[in-house]
C-alpha cells in the first residue's frame, strides 16, 4: 500500500497546476541564481555533499579560535598597562586553558555524537531550564561571535588605510555581513571551501611570524632572562604579591575571547563527515593546537619586540612593523608587502571566523526551536538544506550590535566572551554530574571526572573574573540581553505547553475511539468523490479534521485520502538512516488513519511526500492527488485561539492558510477546518 512522490508533476499536462522552467518567477530564478540549485533529500548522497571532513571544520569552526588570536592577545596585553614580563605567564596560562578545555570538549563529543554543545549537554545532563539558559547564552554569544570578528577584522584592514576612511566603517560592516549571511544560505560546505585559501594564508603569514619572530631572539634569551627577573622583582616591590595576581587575573579575563571558538567544534558535530566523532575529535585537535601556539606566541612576540600601543594601530600591527617593516630587497619592499598580506589575512580569517555563528548560530536556534523555546519555524530548512530563518535573524541582530556600539572593538569584546564561559562552566558542571551519578556504571569514573573538574574550576574562574571586571564598563548589557532572552524563551514554551495540553485532551478523547479488528482495506474509486486530508501524526487533530468532513459532509464523499509530508529540519539533518527511520514512522501514522477510514466505510488510501518545505510539497503532492482523483476536495485542519494575539502569527505558521492559497490559485478546492483552542480551561 504504500506509495511515494517525488514532487514533480507531468511534463506537458494540461492540467497541471506546476508550472515548468519558462514559467518560473523572475524572482525564484534570481534566488537560483544566488543561492544554487535545490538539494534533494532522496539523493543518497547529500549527506555526504553537505558534510565536512576534519581539515574543512577547522576551516569553518576552528577559525573562530584561531582569529581570535588578532584580538585577545591584544587585549591581554593592553591590560598589562607595561607590565609585560608577565607575557610568559600569560602565554603558558593561554595555552593551558586551550588544552583543558579542548580536551574536554572532545571527552563531551564522545558522549553527544550528533551534537555536544552547551544546549544539549545542559539540557540533558542538568536539566531544560539549565538548557535554555545555556542556549540563549549562545544565541548572544554567537551574535557577538560575528560582531567583533568583523568589527575586528574591519580594524585590521583600516590600520592600513588613511583615517578618514573610517567614516565608511559601518557601511562596510553591513556590506561584509551581507555577503557572508548569503554565502551561508548557499550552504556550509560552499562558504567553507571558498573561504579556505585565506586559511591558508593566515596559517603561513603566522608561522614565519611567530617561529621567525622567537628565532630572531634565540641568541638574546639569557638577556631576556635576566631582564624578566629584574622586571618582576621591581614590579613585585611595586604591586606587592597580591596586586601583581589582581593584575594578571585583569589581564587573563580581558583576554577571554581568545576561547570563544573551541565550543563550536562539539556544536556542529551533524555537519561532519562520518565517523563524526573521530572526526570531530580531530578537528578539536588541530584547532587547539593551532590556537595554543598562535595566541602563546603572538604574546611572546610582544614581549620580545618590546611592542607597545600605537594609537590607530592593532598591536598585531605594531608587531608586524617591527618585525617585518625594514624588510627590503633590491628596491622591492617585501617587508611592507608582508605586513600588508599578514594584516589582510587577519581581516580575512576574522570574517571566516564570523563563520562560526552563522554555522552554529542557526544550529542552537533550531535545536531549542525542537524543543518549543523558540518559534518552531527556527527549526525549517530551506531547499539548500540551510536553516535559513536562523542565519536571516543572526545577520539582522549583529549588524544592529555593530551599529549600537559603532563597530568599537573595545565595546564589543567587553560584552564578549562572559556567555561562553556561562555555557563552558554549565557543560564542564554537567559532565561533572553525570559521572557522579554514573559512578557505580563505570568502575573507572574517577579518572574521566577529573578533567572535567579541572575544567569547571577554570571556567568559573574566568566567569567570576569576566563579570566583575567588565561588569560595569559593558559587561551588563550582555547579561541583561542574556535574561531577556531568557525571559522570551520561557514564555514561548509556556505557550507551546498550553496549545499542547489543548491538543492531549483531543488526543486522550479521540484516540480511544474504538475499532473494529479484522479490518480489510476499501480500495479507492478514481472518479468517486474525494476528500483529501492534509496531517502528520495519527492523533487528536487529525482524527477531529477527519470527524469534522464527516459532519460537514455526510455521504458524500466515497473516498478518503490522507496525504503527508515528511519534513527534514536542523533536529534530524544527521543523515540518511535518520530520514528512512522518518519515513517509516510517518507511514505508519498514516496507516492508522486508513484503518480507521476503512472501518467507518471510507474507501482510503495514503500519499506521501518528502522535503525541506512543507508548503511547496503538499502543492505538488496535491496536484498529483488532483489528477489521480479527479473529483476532490482538499482539507487541512488549523488551530484557532478563543482570543487571536500577534504572537501566535509568529509561533504558528500559518501552514494551512498558505496552502490554501496556494491551492486555490490552481483552481483546486480547499478547506480549512477549525481547531479551536479555547483561552481558558473549557469543555
Avoid at 411 to 431: A, P, W
Wanted: aromatic share 10%; hydrophobic share 45%.
Amino acid at each position: 500500500m504504500e506509495h511515494s512522490s517525488t514532487g514533480s508533476s507531468s511534463d506537458g499536462d494540461p492540467s497541471s497546476i506546476i508550472g515548468d522552467d519558462s514559467e518560473k518567477r523572475f524572482s525564484t530564478k534570481v534566488k537560483r541564481a544566488i543561492l544554487g540549485a535545490p538539494r534533494s533529500i532522496k539523493d543518497p548522497g547529500v549527506f555526504h555533499q553537505i558534510s565536512l571532513i576534519a581539515f574543512l571544520a577547522w576551516v569553518g569552526l576552528g577559525a573562530d579560535g584561531l582569529s581570535s588570536s588578532a584580538y585577545g592577545p591584544d587585549e591581554s596585553f593592553r591590560a598589562l598597562e607595561g607590565h609585560a614580563y608577565l607575557c610568559i605567564a600569560l602565554a603558558l596560562a593561554t595555552a593551558f586553558t586551550v588544552f583543558i578545555i579542548s580536551y574536554a570538549y572532545s571527552r563531551i563529543i564522545e558522549h553527544f555524537p550528533y551534537g555536544g554543545g552547551g544546549y544539549v549537554v545542559a539540557s540533558r545532563l542538568l536539566g531544560k531550564h539549565f538548557g535554555v539558559v545555556s542556549g540563549s547564552a549562545l544565541l548572544v554569544d554567537y551574535v557577538l561571535t560575528i560582531s567583533v570578528s568583523v568589527a575586528s577584522g574591519l580594524d585590521q584592514i583600516f590600520s592600513i588605510l588613511p583615517p578618514y576612511w573610517l567614516q565608511y566603517k559601518l557601511i562596510a560592516v553591513a556590506v561584509v555581513i551581507g555577503l557572508l549571511m548569503i554565502l551561508n544560505l548557499r550552504g556550509i560546505k560552499e562558504s567553507v571551501t571558498i573561504l579556505m585559501p585565506i586559511f591558508l594564508v593566515f596559517l603561513v603569514a603566522h608561522v614565519i611570524l611567530i617561529f621567525g619572530g622567537i628565532g630572531l631572539h634565540l641568541t638574546e634569551a639569557t638577556q631576556v632572562a635576566s631582564t624578566m627577573h629584574t622586571d618582576f622583582s621591581n614590579g613585585l616591590k611595586t604591586l606587592g604579591l597580591l596586586g601583581m595576581a589582581s593584575l594578571f587575573a585583569r589581564a587573563y579575563s580581558m583576554g577571554a575571547g581568545t576561547y570563544t571558538g573551541i565550543e563550536a567544534v562539539s556544536n556542529g558535530i551533524q555537519i561532519m563527515r562520518e565517523p563524526k566523532i573521530d572526526t570531530a575529535k580531530r578537528t578539536m585537535a588541530y584547532m587547539a593546537i593551532s590556537l595554543a601556539v598562535t595566541a602563546g606566541g603572538i604574546l611572546l612576540c610582544y614581549l620580545l619586540f618590546h611592542v607597545k600601543p600605537e594609537a590607530g594601530k592593532t598591536m598585531n600591527a605594531v608587531l608586524l612593523d617591527r618585525f617585518a617593516g625594514s624588510w627590503v630587497i633590491g628596491n622591492i619592499p617585501v617587508g611592507w608587502w608582508f605586513v600588508v598580506i599578514t594584516l589582510a589575512s587577519e581581516a580575512a580569517l576574522l570574517f571566516v571566523a564570523a563563520q562560526t555563528g552563522f554555522i552554529d548560530g542557526p544550529r542552537v536556534m533550531g535545536n531549542m526551536a525542537t524543543d518549543s523555546w523558540l518559534p518552531r519555524r527556527f527549526a525549517s530548512l530551506s531547499e539548500r538544506l540551510t536553516m535559513q530563518n536562523g542565519v536571516a535573524l543572526i545577520s539582522v541582530a549583529a549588524i544592529l550590535t555593530l551599529v549600537i556600539t559603532k563597530g568599537n572593538t573595545s565595546t564589543l569584546v567587553l560584552m564578549y566572551s562572559i556567555n561562553v564561559f556561562l555555557t563552558f562552566s554549565l557543560s564542564e558542571m554537567g559532565m561533572v554530574r553525570y559521572w557522579i551519578k554514573n559512578r557505580e556504571k563505570y568502575p573507572d569514573w574517577s579518572k574521566h571526572i577529573i578533567i572535567h573538574l579541572i575544567g569547571l574550576v577554570l571556567c568559573l574562574s574566568i566567569l567570576t573574573v569576566s563579570i566583575f571586571e567588565k561588569f560595569a564598563v559593558g559587561g551588563w548589557v550582555t547579561l541583561v540581553i542574556t535574561t531577556l532572552l531568557i525571559l522570551l524563551c520561557l514564555r514561548v514554551k509556556r505557550h507551546y505547553n498550553k496549545v499542547g495540553e489543548h491538543l492531549k485532551r483531543l488526543d486522550d478523547v479521540l484516540t480511544d475511539i474504538p475499532t473494529m479488528e479484522g479490518w480489510v482495506q476499501k480500495k479507492t474509486t478514481p472518479n468517486a468523490n474525494t476528500a483529501v486530508l492534509m496531517v502528520k501524526e495519527y492523533g487528536g487533530l487529525g482524527i477531529h479534521s477527519f470527524l469534522s468532513i464527516q459532519r460537514l459532509f455526510p455521504n458524500h464523499f466515497k473516498n478518503m485520502i490522507f496525504i503527508s509530508v515528511v519534513s527534514l529540519d536542523a533536529s534530524t539533518l544527521k543523515g540518511k538512516n535518520e530520514l528512512d527511520e522518518m519515513r517509516e514512522e510517518q507511514k505508519n501514522h498514516l496507516e492508522k488513519y486508513v484503518k480507521f477510514a476503512n472501518q467507518l466505510g471510507y474507501n482510503s488510501d495514503y500519499r506521501i511526500a518528502e522535503g525541506t518545505d512543507v508548503i511547496e510539497e503538499i502543492e505538488k503532492l496535491s496536484a498529483q492527488v488532483a489528477k489521480e482523483f479527479p473529483h476532490s476536495i482538499f482539507f487541512a485542519g488549523k488551530l484557532v485561539f478563543e482570543r487571536e494575539h500577534w504572537y501566535q502569527q509568529v509561533l504558528h505558521n500559518e501552514t494551512a492558510y498558505a496552502i490554501q492559497r496556494r491551492l486555490q490559485f490552481a483552481a483546486l478546492n480547499c478547506m480549512v477546518l477549525p481547531v479551536r483552542v479555547f483561552a481558558k480551561n473549557k469543555a
